[in-house]
Structure formats: structure tokens, C-alpha cells
């Protein structure tokens, strides 16, 4: 688990400013609210120079397109979001640049723009010294073509050097190369939420992995299918890792047949235009064990007003394993199912790994002293079919734990998360530990 999780951390790092995916590693569950920026700021369009420098062309097919959308983490920005572009590598000149929009909606990022909404700056590759030029733009077109998206530009630069720009990302007519890569070992599987999923697997020379949106595993899949951002191949080289971009292009077929997931995918790396054919299988779960499961004192928390969540996490007093059942509902009482829960939050943990939960059905209802019931069963992807009574503490409890949590610490002690509370340390189910 650990080397997977080492090898997910070099694909974000690899993917630069793109925000990190929700991972099935779990790292971490807690429900936050993030606090807005309070301003953006923008360098200001520098003054036209004087042109008295040489006119220099810029022409590439490798322009790498990332969106970040702030949309969802920061509130303040009212509908402000950020493009960002490099292309170039395979000359002289790199070309890297930022485009401020205003538009919540990506496909209406396409059009022109004027140099108060750009940053573009020009480095020289043959020159380590250096450290790149910004441009004032007289022109600047962003527009999507039959190819792909296509960037043509004209900006001086502080010496008085034009430069004539024109970038397009595509895929090429034939790929450099294929190889074709047939992974041994199982792949590892997990949905990250009720309408996407991902498949990832390695051996010693490639990674690769898959997020499809879908709430359907079989199928056959073509490349806007796909979370584009976190699809693709690594190479690897001893504790290095190499993402080898976002494809061009991405296509899977998956195939369920004796229990088992088939799935062959192709990938046009935009790194280096080879053509990446993977194949990868996974055993669907299914009881191979089923263990009865009576818990009490399970701590239940509301979040049905402000996120539709109903919280609940349960665990032996060994802590040997935790129980976690996130429901998106507006009640408490009720009859759920699979497609009822926050696959996010919702998991077996065992040590520090977790399952996710491939299939579920089970009910809430009003107990004794104030407590809710917990009652019915969950597979996770352990293989292990978990029939469980779990009974809550008492409301009121949990009331005086919500009144207090304004003045309470909680930290991560060993992997477990735990509460200091006037002097003394609780675990997450409100017992005190020390």
C-alpha cells in the first residue's frame, strides 16, 4: 500500500498546480470548510516598448494546457479562475503564461484577450542563466480547433524583441511508438465517489492508472470519459517516477466474465506521442469471509444541514478496526443502500489500510436511551462481508460533545486521530485514552 501511495504522490507532484484527486488511500476524511483568500492579486500589463529588437517566431505542437478552477475551494474569487499554459520545450524558447477569466463555464475560456488579462513570460533553454522575460501582448487568441486548443500570441519583451507565437495541442497523425505494457499483479480498485472509479496497477518499469467517470465498472470508454488530469503512465526509474502526461487521447474497454474485470486500455502520452497498451485485470469482490459485527457507543455526527451527511464511525475498544458510514440524506431514520452513501467518507479501516465499500444495505433506526441502530451488512474490498448491529451513544452525548468541540484540539498521534479536551485526550468515539 505504501508504494502505491509514494507513486500517487509523484503523479500530483508531476501534475504541477492541478488540485489533488480524492484518492481511495484515504489520506485524509475530515469534513473541513477551507477559509476563502481574501484578494487576488495580479501583476500589472508592463508599458509597450520600443521596438527595436529582432521579430522571433514560436511554433510547437506540445502546448501543455492546465485549467485550475477555484471555483469550488474559494468563494471569495466570485467566479475569478486561472488558465495556464507552457509550450515550446522542443525549441528554443518556452513559453509560459496565465490567463485570468471571468467565467465559471470553460467553454466560454475560448476567445481573446487583452494584456490585462494575461501574464506571459519567455525563457531561453540554451541560456541556464536565464530566468525568462515577461511580455507585454499586443495580441492574444485562445481557441479550440479541429486539432485541439491553439494559442497564437504577438508580445514584446523588455529588450524590445517581438515575438510571434502560435502553440497547438494535439495529438500527432501517428503515435512514435507503441508499447505494450500487460501488468502480472492484480490491480488495485476503489471509487471515489458514486459516478467515478479508478483502476491502478504497476510492475518495476510502468505505472498506470484510470479515473472513469461512471456509475457503471463494464463498458467501453472513450477519452472524455475519463478524468483526463489523473489518467495516464509513469515510467519508472529506481525510486523515480515519470508521468508521462496528460494523454492525447484515452480509450478502455472493460469486461466482467467469471468474476473477474478485464481491462484493456490504450493512452497517447502527450510526453513523448507513444501509444501505451495496458492491460490489467481485477477480481470483483465478493464474501469470501463474512464476520458478525455488534459494536457500541458508535459516534454519530450531523452534518444533514449543511453538507446532506450523517456521519457515523465505530470501532471495538481494541481499536483493531473502524467502521465508517457516511449517508447523503436529509433524516436520520431510514433505509440505505450503496448509492445512499459518501464513498469518500465512507470505508473499513484496518491498521492503516482502508476498504473501500463495494456494496451495502442497511438501516437507521431510533434504539433505547437516546441511541440510533445501525443494522444490516457491507462488503468492502477486503473481500471480508461485515453483517453489523452498531448501536451510537446517547444524543445527548454527542450534544455535549458538539458544544465542546469549539475548545477542543484534535491531532494525529500513530496514525489515529485523537481529542485533547480540558487536559485530557479522547479517541474520535469520545472515550477518554489518557
Same mark, same amino acid.
Given at each position: 500500500m505504501k508504494k502505491i501511495s509514494t507513486l500517487f504522490l509523484g503523479m500530483i507532484i508531476a501534475l504541477g498546480a492541478v488540485a489533488a484527486p480524492q484518492f481511495g488511500m484515504h489520506a485524509d476524511r475530515t469534513r473541513k470548510t477551507i477559509a476563502p483568500f481574501e484578494? &487576488?492579486?495580479? @501583476? #500589472?500589463? $508592463?508599458? #509597450?516598448?520600443?521596438? %527595436?529588437?529582432? @521579430?522571433i517566431a514560436i511554433?510547437? %505542437?506540445?502546448?501543455? &494546457?492546465?485549467?485550475?478552477?477555484?471555483?469550488?475551494?474559494?468563494?471569495?474569487?466570485?467566479?475569478?479562475?486561472?488558465?495556464d499554459f507552457q509550450g515550446g520545450f522542443k525549441g528554443k524558447y518556452v513559453v509560459n503564461g496565465y490567463i485570468y477569466v471571468l467565467d465559471e463555464d470553460p467553454s466560454k475560456w475560448y476567445g481573446a484577450y487583452t494584456a490585462d488579462d494575461l501574464e506571459i513570460y519567455v525563457y531561453d533553454q540554451t541560456n541556464e542563466e536565464d530566468e525568462g522575460s515577461e511580455l507585454t501582448m499586443s495580441s492574444f487568441l485562445y481557441e479550440k480547433t479541429a486539432k485541439g486548443d491553439q494559442v497564437t500570441a504577438v508580445g514584446v519583451d523588455e529588450k524590445g524583441n517581438t515575438y510571434n507565437i502560435k502553440l497547438t495541442f494535439f495529438a500527432p497523425e501517428t503515435p512514435n511508438a507503441t508499447v505494450t505494457i500487460d501488468f502480472q499483479d492484480e490491480a488495485y480498485f476503489s471509487r471515489t465517489s458514486q459516478d467515478e472509479f479508478y483502476f491502478y496497477n504497476e510492475n518495476d518499469k510502468y505505472a498506470a492508472h484510470m479515473f472513469i467517470n461512471s456509475e457503471d465498472i463494464e463498458g467501453s470508454y472513450a477519452t472524455d470519459d475519463f478524468d483526463k488530469q489523473y489518467t495516464g503512465v509513469f515510467k519508472i526509474a529506481g525510486k523515480d517516477t515519470v508521468y508521462m502526461g496528460v494523454p492525447f487521447s484515452?480509450?478502455?474497454?472493460?469486461?466482467? !466474465?467469471?468474476? &473477474?474485470?478485464?481491462? %484493456?486500455?490504450?493512452?497517447?502520452?502527450?510526453?513523448?506521442?507513444?501509444l501505451y $497498451? &495496458?492491460?490489467? $485485470?481485477? @477480481?470483483? #469482490?465478493? !464474501?469470501? @469471509?463474512?464476520?458478525q459485527v455488534t459494536l457500541q457507543n458508535a459516534l454519530i455526527q450531523d452534518y444533514t444541514e449543511d453538507y446532506y451527511a450523517l456521519d457515523m464511525q465505530a470501532a471495538p475498544q481494541d481499536s483493531s478496526y473502524v467502521i465508517s458510514l457516511s449517508v447523503v440524506t436529509e433524516k436520520v431514520e431510514g433505509n440505505y443502500a450503496l448509492k445512499d452513501l459518501d464513498l469518500y467518507y465512507s470505508f473499513v479501516k484496518i491498521a492503516d489500510n482502508y476498504y473501500d465499500i463495494f456494496d451495502a444495505e442497511f438501516s437507521v433506526a431510533a434504539g433505547e436511551n437516546n441511541t440510533y441502530v445501525y443494522k444490516g451488512w457491507l462488503l468492502a474490498t477486503n473481500y471480508v462481508k461485515y453483517e453489523f448491529t452498531i448501536t451510537t451513544m446517547p444524543i445527548t452525548a454527542i450534544e455535549d460533545f458538539k458544544a465542546d468541540k469549539a475548545g477542543t484540539v484534535k491531532f494525529i498521534e500513530d496514525g489515529q486521530m485523537y481529542i485533547l479536551r480540558d487536559g485530557k485526550i479522547y479517541n474520535m468515539l469520545g472515550a477518554e485514552v489518557k
Open positions: 484578494h &487576488v492579486r495580479k @501583476t #500589472p500589463a $508592463k508599458s #509597450p516598448a520600443q521596438l %527595436n529588437g529582432e @521579430t511554433e510547437g %505542437n506540445d502546448l501543455y &494546457v492546465a485549467r485550475s478552477d477555484y471555483f469550488d475551494m474559494m468563494m471569495a474569487f466570485a467566479g475569478y479562475g486561472m488558465l484515452s480509450k478502455a474497454d472493460i469486461k466482467l !466474465a467469471d468474476g &473477474v474485470y478485464t481491462i %484493456n486500455a490504450e493512452f497517447l502520452a502527450s510526453e513523448d506521442s507513444v $497498451k &495496458v492491460s490489467m $485485470k481485477y @477480481t470483483k #469482490p465478493y !464474501a469470501k @469471509t463474512t464476520q
